[in-house]
């Protein structure tokens, strides 16, 4: 049964997507069956492995709206043990018109449901807002693995996302645990960035995940070329610490 996992942060620019496509590509370089889930209009996720939801072709937007089952849209990645549910542009329509439909919370939780056995994680790379697609990934989701960098408008926009986690918990999904607290994009040359780890470390002692993703111009360049870093450059710092993080999130899930 696969470990679904929502990768979330109401905050853009914070290596959400950067974060879920290398994630999911590290563990199926580990031979874990993986699936990742693009719930990001934006679809970034997607063309991070060129590939893209278009007009007229299957994509999660049909997933959401109950147009189409879930197996009928995955697609096949460069990578054997990988594969992805892309978005389109329609999907930022999806909002609007999962508002007037039943159990509207939930529609993504049942699709997923259909699939669980044939992976061992799902990853699902939310939008950058706390609506109606982040919540329904919420509820589907197993735990949440929360990228953000060492600044500070993203620290303090933590205590908004744990109150919208607590609600779906309340609400929809009590079983929602944090798989930890990443932080991305990492110069430890900079005082600010030394001073916002170390307060994110005192708050939080038992979340925030040992791996810290460096700031890596070959992971910037990654996504335009279509590839996960692990295809674009394996040696790259990039590369190595999204491994790395692998390792620890199969050792952290192994040992809870």
């Known amino acids: 049964m696969a470990r679904i996992i929502a990768v979330t942060n109401q905050k853009g ?10 994630l999911s590509a590290s563990l199926a370089v580990a031979e874990k069956r993986t699936l990742l889930v693009d719930l990001d209009p934006q679809g970034n996720a997607s063309s991070g492995f060129g590939l893209l939801g278009e007009e007229g072709e299957g994509s999660v937007y049909h997933v959401v709206i ?8 995955i697609r096949k990645s460069a990578l054997a043990y990988l594969d992805v549910v892309p978005a389109g542009p329609d999907l930022s329509g999806a909002e609007v ?7 509207r919370e939930k529609k993504l939780a049942g699709a997923l449901r259909e699939v ?3 992976y061992d994680y799902i990853f699902i ?19 949440t693995l929360i990228p953000m960098t060492c600044e500070y408008y993203p620290l303090e926009g933590l205590a908004r996302l744990f109150r919208t986690m607590e609600l779906v918990r309340a609400e929809l999904n009590p079983a929602l645990e944090t798989a930890g607290i990443l932080l991305t994009m990492v110069d430890l040359r900079s005082n600010l960035a030394q001073q916002v780890a170390r307060d994110v470390r005192t708050h939080f002692p038992e979340l925030v995940l040992d791996t ?16 996960p870093i692990l ?8 590369a190595l610490s999204y491994l790395e993080l692998a390792r620890e999130l199969m050792r952290r899930e192994k040992g809870a």
Do not use: F, Q, W
Not at 13 to 22: E, R
Not at 66 to 73: H, L, N, T
């Open 231 to 238: 295809l674009y450059d394996v040696n790259s710092r990039g």
């Open 116 to 118: 669980a056995e044939s």
């Open 66 to 73: 109950g147009k189409r089952a879930i197996p009928e849209v």
């Open 125 to 143: 790379d939310c939008p950058p807002s706390l609506g109606l697609l982040t919540v329904n990934a919420l509820t589907a989701a197993h735990a």
């Open 13 to 22: 620019g914070v290596g959400k997507t950067t974060t879920a496509v290398n």
């Open 97 to 103: 018109e999962l508002v007037g439909m039943l159990a």
């Open 212 to 227: 810290v993703i460096p700031r890596n111009v070959r992971l910037s360049e990654a996504p335009s070329h279509g590839k």
